[in-house]
Protein backbone atom coordinates (compact mmCIF):
# COMPACT_ATOMS: atom_id res chain seq x y z
CA UNK A 1 0.00 0.00 0.00
CA UNK A 2 1.74 3.31 -0.91
CA UNK A 3 1.92 5.79 1.51
CA UNK A 4 0.67 9.60 0.56
CA UNK A 5 2.02 12.67 0.26
CA UNK A 6 1.12 15.20 3.15
CA UNK A 7 -0.22 18.56 1.88
CA UNK A 8 2.33 21.58 2.76
CA UNK A 9 -0.41 22.90 4.75
CA UNK A 10 -0.32 19.46 7.09
CA UNK A 11 3.12 19.51 6.57
CA UNK A 12 3.28 22.75 8.11
CA UNK A 13 0.79 22.17 10.86
CA UNK A 14 3.01 19.11 12.33
CA UNK A 15 6.44 21.21 11.64
CA UNK A 16 4.77 23.87 14.07
CA UNK A 17 4.50 20.34 16.86
CA UNK A 18 8.02 19.85 16.06
CA UNK A 19 10.22 22.79 17.27
CA UNK A 20 13.98 22.72 15.21
CA UNK A 21 12.73 20.98 13.17
CA UNK A 22 12.18 22.82 9.10
CA UNK A 23 11.32 22.07 5.79
CA UNK A 24 13.96 22.19 3.47
CA UNK A 25 13.17 21.22 -0.35
CA UNK A 26 11.72 17.86 -0.02
CA UNK A 27 12.67 16.95 3.10
CA UNK A 28 12.46 17.68 7.14
CA UNK A 29 15.36 18.53 8.84
CA UNK A 30 16.84 19.11 12.18
CA UNK A 31 20.09 19.57 13.46
CA UNK A 32 20.80 18.28 17.24
CA UNK A 33 24.04 19.55 19.04
CA UNK A 34 25.84 17.47 21.85
CA UNK A 35 28.15 17.63 24.25
CA UNK A 36 30.84 15.59 22.81
CA UNK A 37 31.49 13.38 19.86
CA UNK A 38 30.72 10.37 21.88
CA UNK A 39 27.50 11.39 23.11
CA UNK A 40 26.73 12.09 19.00
CA UNK A 41 27.69 8.95 18.06
CA UNK A 42 25.57 7.24 20.63
CA UNK A 43 22.54 9.20 19.89
CA UNK A 44 22.91 8.00 16.01
CA UNK A 45 23.35 4.52 16.99
CA UNK A 46 20.05 5.33 19.28
CA UNK A 47 18.57 6.72 16.06
CA UNK A 48 19.26 3.97 13.83
CA UNK A 49 17.59 1.68 16.24
CA UNK A 50 14.66 3.48 16.12
CA UNK A 51 14.57 3.75 12.17
CA UNK A 52 14.81 -0.12 12.22
CA UNK A 53 12.35 -0.76 14.73
CA UNK A 54 9.64 1.52 11.75
CA UNK A 55 11.48 0.46 9.29
CA UNK A 56 11.45 4.19 7.71
CA UNK A 57 15.19 5.52 7.38
CA UNK A 58 16.30 9.05 7.35
CA UNK A 59 20.02 10.68 6.25
CA UNK A 60 22.40 11.22 9.20
CA UNK A 61 25.14 13.12 9.66
CA UNK A 62 27.75 13.00 12.23
CA UNK A 63 29.44 15.88 12.76
CA UNK A 64 32.08 16.34 15.41
CA UNK A 65 29.07 17.39 18.11
CA UNK A 66 25.94 17.10 16.14
CA UNK A 67 23.81 14.69 14.21
CA UNK A 68 21.70 15.94 11.35
CA UNK A 69 18.60 14.02 10.23
CA UNK A 70 16.76 14.54 6.80
CA UNK A 71 13.61 13.05 6.71
CA UNK A 72 11.57 12.10 3.26
CA UNK A 73 9.59 8.70 2.33
CA UNK A 74 11.26 7.14 -0.71
CA UNK A 75 8.01 5.19 -1.57
CA UNK A 76 6.03 8.16 -2.25
CA UNK A 77 8.42 9.54 -4.45
CA UNK A 78 10.63 11.50 -1.77
CA UNK A 79 7.96 13.13 -0.83
CA UNK A 80 6.72 14.09 2.78
CA UNK A 81 4.28 11.99 4.75
CA UNK A 82 3.18 11.02 7.89
CA UNK A 83 5.86 8.30 8.68
CA UNK A 84 8.65 10.71 8.46
CA UNK A 85 6.97 12.68 11.19
CA UNK A 86 6.30 9.70 13.23
CA UNK A 87 10.22 9.14 12.85
CA UNK A 88 10.76 12.87 13.61
CA UNK A 89 8.60 12.76 17.16
CA UNK A 90 10.21 9.61 18.27
CA UNK A 91 13.27 11.38 17.90
CA UNK A 92 12.46 14.51 19.84
CA UNK A 93 10.96 12.23 22.56
CA UNK A 94 14.89 10.50 22.80
CA UNK A 95 16.48 13.74 22.04
CA UNK A 96 16.60 15.20 25.96
CA UNK A 97 17.89 11.70 27.11
CA UNK A 98 21.02 12.65 25.26
CA UNK A 99 21.37 15.86 26.26
CA UNK A 100 20.30 16.60 22.14
CA UNK A 101 19.39 19.97 21.39
Do not use: C
Not at 35 to 62: G, K, P
Not at 72 to 90: I, P, S
Request: hydrophobic content about 40%.
Amino acid sequence: MPTEPLSQKDIEDRLAELPGWSLDGDRITRTYRLASHFAATAFVVHIAQVQEELDHHSDLTLGYNTVTLAVHTHDAGGAVTAKDFALAERVEAMAPGHAAS
